[in-house]
């Protein structure tokens, strides 16, 4: 009782609120009936009189079940071919959600006016194109999926195209049966798109020869209104000429041998012209024709009426229901249009160098952003104490990882070329192969964290772009090293952030250690700093080697670091200074112009390489156009407390200053206060650094030196 009573009441709302609507009137009382509502409506509007059988789910306001943001159905198979009514005959619009009974349904009956005025009454034509739909055979699904190919049919034009069967499989208890087809081109005509790797994927599968047509124009109902597609075989009688449905009709008969048909059936597709933000494209349907079950008829001519001797034959299509399959243009600018990398670097030729944790999720990032030609390059197996980190699965244990990544990306992206090396570098000429790299190489992704990689990658003189990506122990750090002497910046910035040693694991020898990271920890990470090359790529930044480290303590903050990097070769020292660093200096030199001003560097050093992490601002000093003089002030107190909490890792390096309109030529002012720097025993740096910035207003330039032999040398 308490169900019916809460239904009536339901019932007794829904009219209510139909009724405050004065263009509306209830033509049949709702009543439930099933998990639905049920009745049927008269619109009077804009002089205008439609009506719509309805149906509210019985959860109202939520939405319909397995639907797609929609909530009360209003049908009217009378209106299937008007613009945004689905093939069942219901208006298309997706309402927004609320929770509110009484404001979503008064709100969609607004929606539905709107619809009644925009595409009923004014026929309003959408910016996007709305594809056309046709009713799919029952019992079935067969999918046809093609690029663009730009043929330039002319009307009436007709042969032969190519097509693999992608995947044939029978799902769920009942064996529905599902087939996929991927298209390969025309005899007559243009290929598809696909990666050379794809194709050669497709020709290695069943491939048959299909029909098309060019009709040029929708296959649309001349009679109706609106867009609605033909049905039936007769109403293609429009659309195809007499010979090619003679052709058609010979070809089912006789002509056609087993390259035709596959399961007894034969693919035709009916090619026209919609549409693009462009300009123009071909666009395709697929119909299926059971050999058994010709749609065509074909009559004698009696020879009193006959025109031409030799036509006696006249050929007629049947009433018989079209076989309609789906359709998908999955061009690369539709299959990656909701996001792909930037050009430069899905446009280039890419190495990745180790097929790891991070070789395995990055090869796979870079194919789901559009990357179309990559050669992986490893010479390990997979080991099930890969899986939990790396995109492998059980079956491709024992086997090589370029196998099993391969074919994964393979599954991932039609136009993505693919090739692999099992050996490593130092197989190679080094001559021989930088000639190769410098030729077929645009971009390398060292993920093999593999000294003897880097040594090569030095010694080669390439050209491209290289990145050199590794993460600690842990993953407490994430490094990409870029640009000249790899092996060299990887040990500096290692040594900088790394406090742990490699982790050794049962079962993998002695000569594999490897950090430790959980399979989320390590893809955080990598996803980040693939965003970082690939922002650098679209803004047409240098790239500069990077580091990212979480820190999950009482705030909740990942921090990106990018570094510059100069180079003294004379006495094999190098810098990398923190770009934020750079940019405070900035900040404070333009702030103080057209006086100088300066400050102190402080940072990792080992040896003679320098890593500048940050800057000290003197609170007592003296200043003028000409003059900079910073004086100890609380200076030294706070070297000694950032000494103290790092356990003694930074430290102070050198000194910095502005030049208000140049040049960023040492003084001898410079060279003295340097020189009493490296002799100060507090101090305790024998080779200080300083930056000198010329700076204006707009302007900002630097050079950096280090002091050596009693002189300020200058680092490139």
Known sequence: MDNLKEEDKTINKINSLLKKDKDLVVVENIKKADNYYRGKIEVNYLYEKLSFDIAIPHNYPLTHPNSDNISIIFKNKNYIGINHINLDGSVCFHPDKDDDFDRKLLYEIQCLKQWIKDYYILKKEDDNYAYLIHTTESGCINKLYFT??????????????????????????????????????????????????????????????????????????????????????????????????????????????????????????????????????????????????????SIKIPKDIQTNSKIRFEHILKKNKINWGTTENIDYSRFFGRGKLDNKITNSNILIIGCGAIGSSLSENLVRGGAKNIILMDFDSTKGGNLCRAN???????????????????????????????????????????????????????????????????????????????????????????GRNLTKQAKTIFDFVENESPSYFEGTGCGYPTF???????????????????????????????????????????????????????????????????????????????????????????????????????????????????????????????????????????????????????????????????????????????????????YFGKNFYIYNNKELKKYE
């Open 392 to 482: 492998y699965e059980l079956k491709d244990m024992i086997f090589p990882k370029t196998n099993g990544l391969i074919d994964r990306l393979k599954s991932i992206s039609p136009f993505v070329d693919l090739a692999v090396e099992y050996d490593k570098l130092n197989k190679f000429d080094l001559k021989i192969l930088g000639d190769v790299f410098n030729k077929k190489i645009d971009i390398i992704f060292d993920c093999s964290t593999d000294t003897e990689v880097t040594y090569i990658i030095d010694k080669l003189n390439f050209t491209g772009k290289t990145f050199s990506l590794a993460i600690t122990n842990n993953a407490k750090s994430f490094v990409s090293i870029t």
């Open 148 to 297: 663009n190919t730009k043929n330039s049919f002319s009307k009436n034009s007709y042969g032969t195209f190519r097509f693999s069967i992608f995947s044939d499989e029978k799902l769920g208890e009942k064996k529905f049966p599902v087939k996929k087809l991927f298209r390969l081109g025309f005899d007559k005509g243009k290929n598809d798109t696909w990666s050379d790797t794809f194709i050669n994927e497709l020709k290695n599968k069943t491939s048959k020869k299909g029909l098309y047509y060019f009709i040029e124009e929708e296959p649309l109902m001349k009679k109706n209104t609106g867009r609605k597609g033909i049905e039936n075989w007769d109403e293609l009688k429009d659309y195809l000429s007499d010979d090619f449905i003679e052709k058609l009709y010979l070809g089912l008969k006789r002509d056609f041998n087993n390259n035709y048909y596959y399961e007894n059936s034969l693919y035709l597709i009916i090619g026209y012209i919609i549409p693009n933000n462009v300009n123009y494209e071909e666009h395709w349907d697929l119909i299926r024709i059971p050999k058994k079950n010709i749609p065509i008829d």
């Open 516 to 698: 430790e990271a959980n399979y989320n920890d390590i893809n955080a990470l990598l996803n980040v700093g693939l965003k970082v090359i690939n922002n650098n790529y679209s803004k047409n930044k240098t790239h500069e080697s990077f580091i990212i480290q979480p820190d999950f303590g009482d705030e909740l903050i990942i921090d990106i670091e990018e570094y510059e990097y100069y180079n003294f070769n004379d006495i094999n020292s190098a810098i990398h200074i923190s770009k934020s660093v750079l940019k405070r200096i900035e900040e404070e030199t333009k702030f103080h112009y057209p006086k100088e001003f300066g400050g102190v560097f402080v940072g990792y050093k080992s040896d003679v390489d320098f890593i500048i992490t940050d800057i000290l601002i003197p609170d007592e000093y003296k200043n003028g156009t000409t003059v900079f003089i910073r004086e100890p002030g609380t200076l030294n107190e706070r070297l000694r407390e950032i000494h103290k909490m790092t356990n003694g890792k930074i430290e102070y390096l050198g000194e910095w200053h502005s030049h208000p309109n140049g040049p960023t030529t040492p003084s001898s002012t410079d060279i003295n206060a340097m020189k009493i720097i490296s002799k100060d025993k507090n101090i305790n740096i024998d080779k200080p650094l300083l930056m000198i910035a010329e700076v204006d207003k707009v």
